[in-house]
């Protein structure tokens, strides 16, 4: 690192160059002397610029995580023991997000539909659900904890360690929480859970199933 340059030296320098420059240069000595080393400030920019910015973490594309398989559950590939413990978590998230322990409101009452509105934008991992109704007759009486809830369908696992997936759309669900039974029409459910979650259902619903 450099010293700092001594003013007796400086003002040594300045006598000798006024002593010995052309007289009509001796008023723009002192002048020049001060000018700052503009070659430092423009070096101090250019190496400000060429710092490398940082790129920003992408996360990964609906499509790219389908395309890496992100989305498909072997037939075969899980047990349903293996997940009865994020049944009973569910269970609990669901009990506390309906207040539950109170009492249900009357589907006449106020709070009906504020009720509706909140099982409506709920997580349905982990839930049990069985299809007591559906277009396609060999889907009644599957039941199973749902494992992966997508736009269409919900995949679930049952007692028998099987993966099945049902279409929403074609079907009508019975949800037990403990002694009490929820029943979900599909078709009102066929969004994806995060636009699910912002989105407001239409407080009068006309079933076709």
């Not at 969004?191 to 079933?207: C, D, G, Q």
Request: glycine share 4%.
């Amino acid at each position: 690192m450099a010293e700092p340059i001594d003013k007796n030296a400086a003002q040594a320098v300045l006598n000798f160059l006024k002593t010995n420059v052309p007289k009509s240069d001796v008023a723009s000595v002192e002048a020049e002397l001060k000018k700052d080393f503009i070659f430092a400030k423009k070096k101090g920019k250019e190496s400000k610029k060429k710092k490398k910015t940082k790129k920003k973490s992408r996360t990964l594309t609906r499509k790219e995580k389908k395309n890496l398989g992100f989305f498909t559950i072997p037939r075969n590939s899980v047990k349903y023991d293996d997940v009865r413990p994020m049944n009973e978590i569910w269970v609990d998230y669901i009990t506390e997000l309906l207040e539950l322990d109170k009492s249900v409101p009357d589907c006449s009452s106020k709070n009906w539909e504020q009720f509706t509105q909140t099982l409506y934008r709920a997580d349905f991992h982990g839930s049990f659900l069985q299809i007591v109704r559906s277009k396609c007759p060999s889907y009644v009486g599957k039941k199973g904890i749902c494992i992966m809830d997508t736009r269409n369908t919900f995949k679930i696992v049952s007692m028998d360690n099987v993966v099945t997936t049902i279409p929403k759309r074609e079907c009508v669900f019975d949800m037990y929480l403990g002694k009490i039974k929820i029943t979900l029409f599909g078709k009102h459910l066929c969004i994806r859970p995060a636009e699910r979650s912002t989105k407001k259902i239409k407080s009068l619903l006309h079933p076709d199933l």
